[in-house]
C-alpha cells in the first residue's frame, strides 16, 4: 500500500479536526435551540397557561362562593349587592375563558376548554334558574338548586379546570424533562468529541514527530556528514514514498554523485602517480639508454684510439735497432 504523503496526511488531520469541531459546534448550536425551546414552552407556554387555567378555577369558586353568599342573603339590599358581585364574577370568568382561548394551541386543549365554557355556561344557566325563585320568595326551591345540581354542575366545571390544569402540568413536565435528557446527552457527547479530538490531536502530535520531524532530523545529520565527506553511510527512508522520501532520495543523488566525484579523485591521483612513475621510469630508461650509448660511444672512441695510437708503438723499436 502507497503511503500517503506528508501534505495530505496532515490536510486529511486537520479537515478532520475541523469536522469535529465543526460537528460540535453544530451539536451545540442544536442543543441550545432545543434548551431554549423547551425554557420557551415553559416560560411562554406552559406556565402562563397553569396560571391562567389556576385563574378560571378561582373565578368559578368565587362565583359559586358569590351565589352562596346570594342564598345567606336575608335583606333585599344585600341579596342586590350580591347579585351585582355574581355579575362581576360571571363576567370576570368568561373573559378569562376568552383570553385562556388565545393560547390553546392544540386539539386536546382546546376541547377541555370548551367543555369548561360549555360548564360554566351551563351553571349560569342554572344559577339564573335559581335567582328567578329566589326573587320570587321560593328560597327553598332556590336553595335546592343551589344545593343539588348547581353544586354537581359547580363540581363538574371544577374537575374541568383540574383537567387542563394537569394538561399543561404535564406539559410543563415534557418540556422540563426534555431540556434535562437534552442537556444530559449534549454534555456526554460533548465529553466523546472533546474526547476523541484530544485523542486525533495527540495521534497528529505524534504523526509529526515520529513520521516528520525526527526524519528530517536524521536526513539533516545525513547531510552535515555528507558535507563532510563521510559518503559511505547510506541516506536514511529512501524507500518512503512521500515527501520525506523524496528528500532521502535526492540527498541520495548526491551522496552518489560525492562517492563518484570521489572515485573520479581517486583515479587521477592513481592516473597521476602512474603518469609520474611512468615519468620517472622513462627518464631512467632514457638516462640509462643515453648513458649505455655513451659507453658505447666511449668505447668505440677508446678502441679507435687505441687502433690509431698501435702503429707508432710497432716503429719505436725499430729506430732503436737503428741506433744500434
Not at 351565589?67 to 355574581?86: C, D, G, H, P
Not at 360571571?90 to 394551541?105: H, V
Request: aromatic share 6%.
Amino acid at each position: 500500500m502507497r503511503r500517503p504523503s506528508v501534505k495530505l496526511s496532515l490536510i486529511s488531520v486537520f479537515l478532520l479536526i475541523s469536522a469535529m469541531i465543526g460537528g460540535f459546534g453544530v451539536l451545540s448550536v442544536a442543543s441550545m435551540s432545543t434548551l431554549n425551546g423547551s425554557t420557551e414552552a415553559i416560560s411562554k407556554k406552559w406556565l402562563p397557561s397553569v396560571v391562567a387555567a389556576k385563574d378560571i378555577r378561582g373565578l368559578l369558586y368565587e362565583e359559586r362562593l358569590a351565589y352562596a353568599r346570594y342564598i345567606l342573603s336575608v335583606s333585599s339590599e344585600a341579596k342586590a349587592k350580591t347579585e351585582e358581585a355574581i355579575k362581576e364574577k360571571i363576567a370576570a370568568t368568561n373573559a378569562a375563558i376568552k383570553a385562556y382561548e388565545l393560547m390553546a394551541d392544540t386539539a386536546d386543549e382546546r376541547q377541555i376548554l370548551t367543555e369548561i365554557s360549555a360548564g360554566s355556561a351551563a351553571y349560569d344557566q342554572l344559577a339564573a334558574k335559581m335567582l328567578e325563585f329566589s326573587r320570587a320568595n321560593r328560597n327553598d326551591e332556590a336553595s335546592k338548586i343551589f344545593g343539588t345540581v348547581m353544586a354537581e354542575q359547580g363540581e363538574k366545571n371544577t374537575a374541568s379546570v383540574a383537567k387542563l390544569v394537569q394538561f399543561n402540568m404535564r406539559g410543563a413536565k415534557q418540556a422540563t424533562d426534555l431540556a434535562e435528557s437534552t442537556y444530559s446527552e449534549t454534555v456526554t457527547t460533548i465529553c466523546i468529541i472533546l474526547g476523541f479530538i484530544a485523542v486525533v490531536v495527540l495521534a497528529s502530535i505524534f504523526f509529526v514527530l515520529a513520521g516528520v520531524v525526527k526524519p528530517i532530523q536524521k536526513i539533516t545529520a545525513s547531510m552535515r556528514r555528507l558535507a563532510a565527506g563521510d559518503s559511505a553511510a547510506s541516506i536514511p527512508f529512501g524507500g518512503r514514498s512521500d515527501e520525506i522520501g523524496s528528500m532521502a532520495a535526492a540527498i541520495e543523488v548526491f551522496r552518489q554523485a560525492a562517492i563518484v566525484n570521489k572515485q573520479l579523485e581517486l583515479d587521477a591521483e592513481t592516473n597521476r602517480r602512474q603518469a609520474e612513475a611512468n615519468r620517472i621510469a622513462d627518464q631512467k630508461k632514457a638516462e640509462d639508454d643515453a648513458a649505455e650509448r655513451l659507453r658505447i660511444a666511449t668505447s668505440g672512441l677508446a678502441a679507435g684510439i687505441k687502433r690509431l695510437t698501435w702503429p707508432s708503438s710497432s716503429t719505436t723499436p725499430l729506430r732503436r735497432t737503428s741506433k744500434a
